[in-house]
């Protein structure tokens, strides 16, 4: 079946390290996404990639890095810089707009701590 | 800019209660509008969309109306069950063109418990 994994399911971090997180999508979808969910906070969107090799800022990609050199897969790399990175982080998936009905996949989400 | 804002939470209610959470939005364009479940550890699920104006989203007993004239997308379900405990987040996504194009904004998200 197609869809979006994310792995680890946990992970722990050092402070000072830097740490990736991998996504993996088989729906040949355009358009990648990652998201921090905080606890009463919604979710904030890091970085978007809407074709390979392209990618755009999100509201809060201080700290954050990605790289989108294949179509099923866009990791994402927290830095030494992002001061708060314990959080759950989502990865999604659409078709590009006007190739299909507009929506997201999810993965199941990776939970990072930071220790 | 685009927003959503979601009524507060968290919602508790008794099994077979009807449920309505409130969701409103702010958007330059015409946009598509969603609700998403997230279980418990987990990632979110879509449960329901409208794209265009009057469209009636429906899923699994829940529903949701966009209406247009007061940027409105609550969503609604009859009879709760147990198992609709869940965080529950509505969304917009813009159609009009840009950079922002397609990219979903979310509301803050609500809190459903149900108990038996």
């Known amino acids: 079946d197609g869809g979006i994994t994310q792995s680890p399911k946990y992970l722990f971090r050092k402070e000072g390290q830097n740490v990736t997180l991998s996504c993996e999508q088989n729906?040949?979808?355009?358009?990648m996404y990652w998201y921090r969910q905080d606890p009463g906070q919604g979710l904030r969107l890091i970085y978007y990639s809407q074709i390979v090799n392209d990618f755009q800022k999100g509201d809060i990609a201080e700290g954050y890095s990605v790289s989108r050199e294949k179509k099923e897969s866009f990791p994402l790399t927290v830095t030494s810089a992002q001061k708060n990175p314990t959080a759950f982080y989502l990865c999604?998936?659409?078709?590009?707009?006007?190739?299909?009905?507009?929506?997201?996949?999810f993965g199941s989400g990776t939970r990072l701590t930071v220790v | 800019g685009d927003s959503v804002t979601q009524m507060e939470g968290p919602v508790t209610l008794s099994e077979e209660a009807c449920l309505t959470i409130n969701c409103t939005y702010t958007a330059t364009g015409y946009p598509s509008l969603f609700w998403y479940v997230q279980y418990p550890g987990e990632g979110l699920q879509l449960l329901l969309k409208a794209t265009k104006a009057d469209d009636k989203g429906s899923n699994k007993g829940f529903e949701a109306t966009y209406r247009k004239e007061t940027t409105s997308f609550h969503l609604e379900k009859g009879s709760v069950q147990v198992s609709d405990s869940a965080v529950y987040f509505c969304?917009?996504?813009?159609?009009?063109?840009?950079?922002?194009?397609?990219?979903?904004?979310f509301g803050q998200g609500t809190i459903l418990t149900v108990h038996p």
């Open positions: 999604a998936s659409s078709l590009r707009p006007g190739q299909g009905p507009y929506g997201y996949t």
């Open positions: 729906l040949n979808h355009d358009a």
């Open positions: 969304a917009l996504s813009d159609r009009s063109g840009g950079t922002s194009y397609g990219k979903l904004t």
